[in-house]
């Protein structure tokens, strides 16, 4: 569903573009018209008293209409010369001549046809139903990704293309599924598709009383009609006796005697004519003009739809567009799958792919997300994946397990699974643990038994591939280079030290770039300008001596003028000591990682921060960016208030002009010694009533720290029968651990 509704969209992108805008455009003319009539309350007006007024103004008139914005138009002859004025139903005085818009007519041709007469309708009208597909196919996909129908609504986390696409799309889907739908009837309508409602009216009376015509006013089948039920009267032919008025109007229409007054025939509308008129008011707004304004507002959001779906699309294309030659599931006889938090992991399965495709091997590599009911051709699986967080799936294995429930594993189908993480982290490579047990358990036989690979360890990973080419019979060369990113060069120019006097030596670092460019000589590559980024988003800080970049979460967006990140010295850490000895004036190089699955949602719904120690440098980011003051909460934890409160004055500040709208602190080494768990049990009345209202949770900070929170969040979500697990799936339960 998800191909199709991606190449659906890029398919029709620009074509549907032109529909949205003209589309919006005309939606302005019901409002527009609106605005210019005037329109006399029910009841005050029939018929016949308008006719009269008129006739009064313009004695040769020929014909009244009243248009759908409740404009009344008359059509008349004057000195031989036809012409045609909006005037005002309480008067019968013509307000201005009436010229339909040349502009808006020539929109109206572009939307229905593209100025291309039969072909381009027929072209509208394949864009209105590709549309409906898109509208459908889109709110299953939007409720697919926030965890159900029951959470299409809830708070969406994250940055950039995809929020935005599903922000818009849930808000606007009704209103570009009305118009798809409506367009598509029309059009269906329009060659033949469906039968259109062909109301052919009274038959013309067969007699008429021919006496001498009475004034219109006096009429009494036109005195009966309220001026807000016309839709037109059609004068009779000038001293022709036997000619009668015909009367249209919202129920149907009929032929009045001019000399009796009399009501000679009279046909109702049927249902169909009915729903057709309904169907195009529904699309055009015509007589609704709060709904065309609402649909021309949901049209405008088309362009932006399409752009952001391209870019999501083109960022899924070039993850897989980084693996040529990537044969079909069903076709293949090698299996990769692949969990990854920030793309590390593919780069392995990258050289896995090269180097087995040049072996013969058909091989299919994909997101772990993907793993498919089964794999008929498939003799061999690798699962290469990383852990995130606390030994939890990464963003492309988050629904692997539940998958794997309805996984049909074939009696010759091997596999084998490979682990990336770090070792200094206690639940090293816990996920492809998991994984690797799982499997087993579905009765599955091992290739080749699990590894690890400690801190992307490409010498690692090419002895594992000389394993495993032993045991399928052909050498695997898995020559893994890592690609080396582009840095910027970046100046200290501010620090704040806490946390010496307990041992505990953490200090905030604001750095900004310099203007000077050059050449980074262990890492070769022209210096570049960083990118735009958002507090919670990681720099990559490259250590002296060519090590691995570490990572650190940003305190800061691009908008604050600086790059501020909070580090706590580790014992024998080689950055962090690298860093704590910087002075200002010194440079570093370093390099943005977007970390989106780590950020508020937007709205005014709670959001609850939870940190201890560094911590909260993402958290007061955020909270330095919530300028439109929505409830913000901060639970956090240091050691004592005297030495390591980091970020006081700041705090403070964000609470005065309410930024943040509560603050919560625990001090370990106080003289009541307590924890951020501790403040939460405290205060959990509050946090269960801000979960129960849509409010979304933050943690940032230690595993042991998260591990704690978590179990205290879980007791107090008891009571509304929900866990951790519920709210991580609707996004409203975030970690940033280490």
Not at 268 to 277: G, K, P, V
Not at 329 to 339: C, E, R
Not at 696 to 712: E, Y
């Amino acid at each position: 569903m998800r191909t199709f509704h991606s190449l659906t969209g890029l398919l029709a992108g620009l074509f549907l573009i032109v529909l949205s805008v003209t589309g919006a455009v005309l939606a302005l003319a019901p409002a527009m018209d609106r605005v210019s009539a005037i329109i006399p309350a029910t009841g005050e007006v029939s018929v016949a008293e308008l006719a009269d007024r008129v006739v009064a103004h313009y004695p040769q008139t020929e014909q009244i209409v009243r248009a759908s914005s409740g404009n009344v138009i008359v059509y008349y002859s004057r000195d031989g010369r036809a012409g045609a004025d909006l005037i005002d139903p309480l008067t019968g005085e013509g307000i201005a001549p009436y010229q339909p818009s040349a502009f808006f007519g020539w929109i109206k041709d572009l939307h229905r046809a593209f100025m291309l007469g039969d072909p381009g309708r027929a072209l509208a009208g394949t864009l209105a139903v590709f549309m409906l597909f898109l509208c459908i196919s889109g709110v299953f996909l939007l409720a697919r990704s926030t965890g159900g129908w029951k959470h299409l609504f809830m708070p969406i986390s994250g940055s950039g293309s995809k929020p935005i696409h599903a922000e818009l799309a849930r808000f606007t889907v009704l209103g570009l599924l009305l118009s798809a739908l409506t367009g598509t009837y029309m059009s269906a309508q329009r060659f033949g598709l469906m039968p259109e409602a062909l109301d052919t009216g009274p038959r013309f009376p067969a007699e008429v009383s021919g006496g001498h015509p009475a004034p219109v006013g006096s009429l009494d089948a036109l005195g009966r009609v309220d001026l807000g039920e016309l839709r037109e009267l059609v004068f009779p032919y000038p001293d022709d006796p036997q000619d009668v008025y015909s009367l249209t109007t919202d129920g149907g229409s009929g032929f009045v005697d001019q000399a009796t007054g009399e009501l000679l025939q009279y046909q109702s509308r049927s249902d169909c004519s009915a729903l057709q008129h309904w169907i195009i008011r529904l699309h055009t707004g015509e007589g609704l003009w709060w709904l065309g304004l609402v649909l021309g507002a949901a049209a405008l959001t088309v362009p932006v739809l399409s752009v952001t779906g391209a870019t999501i699309w083109w960022q899924r294309r070039r993850r897989s567009g980084r693996l040529p030659e990537n044969a079909e599931p069903a076709q293949a006889d090698t299996i990769i799958l692949v969990g990854s938090e920030g793309n590390a992991t593919w780069g392995f399965a990258r050289e896995l792919h090269s180097s087995l495709n040049k072996a013969g091997f058909r091989v299919h590599c994909s997101e772990m997300n993907t793993l498919a009911e089964k794999y008929p051709q498939a003799s061999r699986l690798f699962v290469l994946t990383s852990t995130y967080g606390d030994g939890d799936a990464p963003a492309s294995a988050r629904r692997f397990m539940a998958k794997l429930v309805d996984f049909r594993a074939a009696k010759h189908l091997r596999y084998a699974v490979l682990g990336f993480g770090d070792r200094q982290f206690p639940n090293f490579c816990q996920f492809a643990l998991a994984v690797d047990a799982a499997l087993a358990g579905k009765g599955m036989s091992r290739l080749h038994a699990i590894e690890l690979i400690d801190r992307c360890s490409a010498s690692q990973f090419s002895e594992w591939g000389n394993r495993v080419g032993e045991l399928i019979g052909t050498p695997l060369f898995l020559d893994y280079r890592a690609l080396q990113p582009a840095t910027v060069k970046l100046e200290l120019v501010e620090r704040a030290d806490y946390g010496i006097a307990v041992q505990a030596p953490t200090s905030i670092f604001r750095f900004r770039p310099t203007e000077q460019g050059g050449w980074l000589p262990i890492f070769p590559g022209r210096l570049k300008k960083l990118p735009p980024f958002e507090a919670g988003d990681l720099i990559g800080v490259m250590p002296p001596n060519g090590q691995a970049p570490r990572f650190y979460s940003l305190a800061s967006s691009a908008s604050n003028g600086i790059v501020e990140i909070c580090v706590r010295k580790q014992a024998g850490g080689l950055c962090s000591g690298y860093l704590h000895d910087l002075k200002p004036g010194d440079c570093i190089h370093g390099f943005i990682r977007p970390n989106p699955g780590f950020r508020p949602a937007a709205g005014s719904r709670p959001v609850i921060l939870i940190g201890a120690g560094a911590g909260i440098g993402p958290l007061t980011g955020f909270i330095r960016n919530n300028t439109s003051c929505n409830p913000m909460y901060l639970y956090w934890g240091g050691r004592d208030s005297r030495s390591d409160f980091l970020y006081q004055p700041e705090l403070q500040r964000y609470l005065e002009d309410r930024r943040l709208s509560g603050l919560n602190t625990a001090f370990s080494r106080a003289d009541e010694r307590a924890y951020v768990q501790d403040t939460l049990r405290q205060d959990e009345l509050a946090v269960r009533q801000m979960v129960n209202t849509g409010a979304q949770i933050l943690v940032c900070g230690g595993r042991d720290m998260a591990a704690a929170v978590r179990h205290v969040i879980e007791d107090i979500l008891k009571p509304l029968h929900i866990d951790v697990e519920t709210l991580r799936g609707q996004g409203r339960y975030l970690e940033d651990v280490y």
